[in-house]
């Protein structure tokens, strides 16, 4: 690192010297201070779009992810104000779907479930939509429920990004959106997809899992994500 | 020191709560004398009381016509009420109907096959709601226990600090769904 390239910027009060064209988030990370997270995921790009990751700049919140740190930047990452609206992101979350958990497959390993014990979710505060989503098991090995779906792209990310297939996309808008696999026709039909599960993989949910995968029997490895570019060489 | 008053109510749920309220072992023998037990599942009191319950658990989501009206009754009797397991807390399995019409549903189920008296039952049977709703929905909660059942020692926790009089502090791992 050149000494012109390092700046300062302080969380929480703390000064931490880092260098320009990182992440508010990634800064975080690497100084060991905890930002929830959703949509994240090392190794894909950022795109801001679960809003749990939310921090305080110059009195505005913003989502680290997508924040680049700049000189003299100031953040504030655990404020009463942030607590409330990172529970009042998570309950959306839950109301906008059904998660059962008592019989998800990503019961015990699933980091929605997880965040609900992190943010100290006691209720969900909103009426539930309790919406009928279809289930796509067209797939020989694997399948989605879209009923644990929390949007967060992960999984049009990595297929576009690293395995380069760009099978998954989202479709339409506001409420009606949903995953889907090419333009909008059975998984199993799907000729871009390659069958590589690693959709599987980086879903922070019980969405998209392995066939057979029976209550809390699913465990999944986002990491390889991280992993395999690195021994690609593609950091 | 006066016993506590304490009452569980089971609604729209598989009794789960109440195995794993049972599974609290020795500690609730510890507690028996702490509480005087005035309307349960586990006992054979038929009406809810009128008022004077200190604190009411209530399993299950709230299905049926009956359902709300026993809620509104326990909030209205009970200083403190607990929402018990996911059924209360989100809707959980028994709301896995919601969606599909309850005329639908009880053709599908009672309909095709029903051989005995040629018809459905109407009289003495709670109409359902249109939807299976979590109670917080229908009436004021003030604690929540998460869990499918919930594991026993987190009921013993929050029940050991409603009898002492403190806020149950379920946090962390506590508050898994499922
Ligand atoms: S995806 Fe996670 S939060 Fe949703 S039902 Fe499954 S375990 Fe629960
Ligand atoms: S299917 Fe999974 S990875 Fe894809 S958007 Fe939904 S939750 Fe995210």
Redesign the pocket.
Known sequence: MRESDVITIKIDGRPIATSAGKSVLQVAKENGIRIPTLCHLDGLSDVGVCRLCLVEIGGKLVTSCTTPVADGMEVRTDTEEIRQHRRTVLELI?AE??????F??????????DL?CELGMEEVRVPYSYPRNRIDATHPRFLIDR??C?LCGRCVRVCAEVEGAHTWDFAERGRSVRVITDLDIDWGDAGSCTDCGKCVEVC????IIRKGAATAEMEKEPELVADLLERRGDV | MSKIRLATVWLSGCSGCHMSLLDIDETLIELADRFELCKSPLTDIKEFPEEGIDVTLIEGAVANAEHVEIARKARKASKIVVALGDCAVTGNVPALRNGIPPEELIEEIYGPDVTVNGNLPHEGVPRLLARVRPLNEVIDVDYFIHGCPPPAGVIAKALVALLDGREPQLVGKDLR??
């Open positions: 839950f779907g059904n998660h059962v958990c008592a998800c497959p990503s019961n015990g390993n699933c980091e929605l479930q609900a009923d644990r929390v922070p949910t019980g969405a | 769904f499922g």
